[in-house]
């Protein structure tokens, strides 16, 4: 696994960056070329453990597709190998070469921008810099990716009218280490908790769906 090298002129702003996350998917979605594609690598390079976030970000966007199972065939392993790594204690992602080289063109980036924009005007305005202990700490990037993987799973699964649930929850998340904002990561865990109880308890096929996607993938 590895991430691709950054190229200056459309790279994500490093670690150390400001900006807040509309600001900078502004400045990715305003290059000329529209049709340039923004690969993961690149979009990864130098965002450290924030890189995560952006990782996460990314990998959610198709979930707010409105075709019912098409997202999770995407978002979901992504979403599942994304909160294993925060289990094992990386301090920043690792993504297969077959990933990295890929990633949406601008345009496409900017069009679900737009689609989500009611979501990422109301999380912005949520966020900011506190408790980061509450997004790092060791137990809980391990909670926070136990369960992203949880939740993975279910978006991974055929379940009608799921999408957006799914999408928004793990974009907090994702938001959560794109702002370090250990408030909002405590808000994600209550809402993903409720969720994720809420179908084990409401869906009684849902262990035989998970079994049926796993026995898929072998």
Request: glycine share 10%; with cysteine; proline share 7%.
């Amino acid at each position: 696994m590895t991430t691709l090298p950054p190229d200056a002129s459309s790279a994500p702003p490093a670690g150390n960056d400001n900006r807040d996350v509309i600001e900078w998917l502004d400045s990715l979605c305003a290059g000329e070329n529209q049709d340039e594609v923004l690969t993961m690598g690149r979009l990864l390079a130098d965002l450290r453990e924030r890189g995560f976030g952006m990782f996460l970000f990314i990998s959610v966007l198709p979930g707010f597709i409105p075709i019912p199972g098409a997202a999770g065939v995407v978002s979901g392993p992504l979403s599942i190998l994304i909160g294993l790594q925060l289990i094992l204690g990386l301090n920043q992602p690792l993504v297969p070469k077959f990933v990295a080289k890929r990633g949406p063109k601008r345009s496409t980036l900017k069009r679900f921008g737009n689609r989500i924009a009611p979501w990422l005007d109301r999380l912005n305005r949520m966020t900011r810099h506190r408790l980061e202990a509450l997004v790092y700490s060791r137990p809980a990037k391990a909670f926070s990716g136990l369960l992203i993987v949880l939740l993975g799973l279910l978006f991974a699964l055929p379940i009608p009218f799921t999408n957006y649930l799914f999408a928004v929850l793990l974009l907090m998340f994702a938001f959560t280490f794109l702002e370090r904002d250990g408030g909002l990561t405590l808000t994600a865990w209550i809402a993903s908790t409720i969720t994720i109880l809420g179908f084990a308890l409401l869906s009684s096929g849902l262990s035989d769906l998970i079994g049926h996607w796993l026995a898929k993938l072998r």
